[in-house]
């Protein structure tokens, strides 16, 4: 499970210090929320100087030091689950099955068998510093004559206590795989860490509180019904006794006691917000701005340097964090864009914009064949078409004029005509990675954790032209209970129409005997607004990869001495043009244009869902501020007759 790229630089001097600051945090966090607890699970209104007398008496008594100890190593153990599976591009799964399947991975089941276990000790604890009832979990019984050796009878309170924080730990980790909460966000609008922490910190007491109410009450009503299984087990592995001058915690005159409620309410918002609040930090700290020199004077570092690092294919967070740092430089810092348009000496070559650039056209290049891929896969009802002749000639022809110059930058040395995906993008766990500082941060697509829209287009192959073999018209017709028909689309293209299909009783053999795997593809494709989220799931790099192009090109227009940004300017154009394209297509599928539903509170992040529309936004935004800063000077650069209109659009204020 681990891998050779453990030893990278910013694994080693980054990713590592920063998740041990946020651990540190957590941990020196603990006695305020320790207290808080304390106040809290003691209460007494009616007696307000004894109930605080007693809280600070508790607060100084030894006996509280060793619980705090077991406190802080449960945030290790949180603390190292977070840095191990954490993402920046989140696992989107497409149907139920797939979701099913993350649940039931071998690497979930250990996360929530460990939380399980981490939850009960942070209910011991609890327990004892709670006292009276709740303290051991063995007890003599009430019942017992005087004069006679006491007997020794189960403190079911203690029990009780006990399996709701593996309850609640399992919740925890079920919750983190439906709600996506190992998925790291940056933000757009850049705080300093203090600033972020302090404004989210009412959310997170507000989620572990309600979050710990859904708890109870699923787990009493779980109780209930099966809290007597593993009380017996206790019971005879222990050899106690049941106290019968108790009542059962099984029964509803056990169950429905409000001080216990109460307390079970409070213990479980303590164990949730010493998880969240270490969710939290750790987020605030992996998502922090990093600067990545553009040149350096020293050969030994030139690893460390933009350019360099723009072409990362391990570590995912250093590659976003690059591209962030990018789009920064390119719009508040003129020293960096000098850096950036300068020239190599000797020799006089633009090598830090021609990989800037470069790097960044190719991320645009394969996101665009990916919508394309997605395209046609939704059009041909997920079947492989068979094209003809008459779309293959008309697709080639085509194909030279809307891809014109950025046909010529996707056919670059390296393989660029194979459909990557947010794994393949940046060469994931597909070569052995497991690092459990790299693993986080590097999409598995042979895992259940990827999603199956994800999976189906990585080893897909398609020709140079985006368009190539896809339907052209965007007038597609409904038929029966399929999604898409290409019958329409077909004949507008020229190309025959498809044979209608087959009834049952005419299927062939191996037609029969492909039915089972045309249904699960089928059941595969039941959620299509989370394929269209999982093509977009790695977008905020597209983002800054637009953003940080366009700032550089429209600074050059009074920046850039030598002109080196001109060179590339016809294959920037025209590589935004046919990705501009490509999503307005995509929008027009159905559910690719509905909003997501907003959910409760919830410390899953939830932005990813929104991602498309962010990119759509920055695309136009992106056209729209290099057409604004060199206006008519556009209609001299050499692009395709379809891009010179699109783009006078643009230059006219029209899309």
């Not at 093509?535 to 080196?564: C, M, N, P, R, T």
Request: hydrophobic residues 40%.
């Amino acid at each position: 499970m681990f891998s050779v790229s453990q030893n990278c630089w910013f694994i080693r001097k980054v990713v590592t210090w920063r998740a041990v600051a946020s651990i540190a945090w957590s941990v020196l966090l603990l006695p305020v929320t320790t207290t808080l607890f304390v106040f809290l699970v003691r209460l007494s209104l009616f007696h307000p100087v004894q109930w605080i007398a007693e809280c600070f008496a508790l607060l100084t008594a030894p006996s509280t030091i060793f619980p705090l100890f077991l406190l802080s190593g449960v945030v290790l153990v949180i603390g190292f689950f977070n840095l191990k599976y954490y993402t920046v591009v989140p696992s989107i799964p497409c149907s139920r099955v797939a979701l099913l399947a993350k649940l039931l991975h071998p690497r979930q089941c250990v996360h929530s068998l460990v939380h399980c276990a981490v939850g009960m000790v942070v209910m011991w604890c609890a327990s004892v510093i709670a006292g009276v009832r709740y303290r051991t979990l063995s007890s003599p019984c009430t019942g017992s004559e005087s004069g006679s050796v006491p007997e020794t009878c189960l403190n079911e309170y203690h029990l009780f206590f006990l399996l709701a924080g593996a309850f609640m730990g399992y919740s925890h980790s079920f919750l983190g795989v439906v709600q996506n909460m190992n998925y790291v966000s940056f933000q757009i609008i850049l705080q300093y860490k203090y600033m972020r922490f302090k404004g989210s910190l009412a959310s997170v007491v507000k989620c572990g509180a309600l979050q710990s109410l859904h708890s109870v009450r699923n787990y009493v009503a779980l109780y209930y019904f099966f809290g007597h299984l593993p009380r017996a087990w206790i019971l005879n592995m222990l050899n106690l006794q049941m106290d019968s001058a108790l009542c059962s915690l099984d029964s509803l005159a056990g169950l429905l006691d409000p001080s216990l409620l109460y307390h079970l309410w409070i213990s479980g918002t303590f164990l949730l917000l010493t998880w969240y609040i270490t969710v939290l930090l750790f987020r605030i700290y992996v998502t922090e701005p990093y600067r990545f020199p553009v040149q350096s004077t020293f050969a030994e570092d030139t690893d460390q340097c933009l350019p360099k690092v723009l072409t990362e294919k391990d570590v995912l967070v250093m590659k976003f964090l690059a591209l962030q740092d990018l789009a920064l430089l390119a719009r508040y810092s003129p020293s960096c864009r000098q850096e950036v348009f300068s020239l190599s000496q000797p020799g006089g070559h633009p090598h830090n914009w021609n990989a800037i650039s470069k790097e960044c056209l190719a991320l645009l290049g394969e996101l665009t064949q990916r919508l394309v891929a997605h395209h046609d896969t939704v059009a041909s009802n997920g079947r492989a078409k068979r094209p003809s002749v008459s779309s293959d000639a008309r697709s080639v022809s085509s194909g030279n004029s809307v891809m014109s110059g950025a046909e010529d930058l996707l056919q670059t040395p390296h393989p660029s005509s194979i459909i990557k995906t947010p794994g393949s993008v940046f060469k994931s766990s597909m070569m052995g990675l497991s690092s459990p500082m790299t693993v986080p941060f590097t999409p598995d697509l042979e895992s259940p954790f990827s999603s199956p829209a994800v999976r189906r287009l990585a080893g897909h192959q398609v020709p140079p032209s985006p368009w190539y073999g896809s339907v052209q018209s965007p007038h597609v017709m409904r038929r029966g209970p399929k999604l898409w028909s290409t019958s329409t689309d077909s004949q507008a293209n020229g190309s025959p129409p498809p044979t209608p299909a087959p009834t049952p009783s005419t299927l062939r053999p191996e037609q029969k005997s492909s039915f089972l795997a045309q249904w699960l593809q089928n059941r595969k494709e039941q959620l299509p607004e989370a394929s269209s989220q999982a093509l977009f799931a790695d977008s905020q790099a597209h983002i800054w990869a637009l953003e940080g192009l366009s700032h550089l090109v429209a600074a050059s227009f009074s920046e850039d001495k030598y002109g080196v940004v001109q060179t590339t300017l016809p294959s920037i154009l025209s590589c935004m043009l046919t990705l501009q394209e490509a999503v307005d297509r995509h929008f027009k599928l159905p559910h690719a244009s509905s909003k997501p539903v907003k959910t409760t509170c919830s410390m899953g992040d939830a932005t990813y869902k929104t991602l498309r529309f962010a990119l759509r936004a920055a695309l136009k935004t992106a056209i729209y501020r290099i057409t604004s800063t060199f206006g008519e000077h556009l209609n001299a650069v050499c692009i395709s007759v379809e891009h010179q209109k699109r783009l006078q659009q643009f230059m006219e204020y029209r899309e």
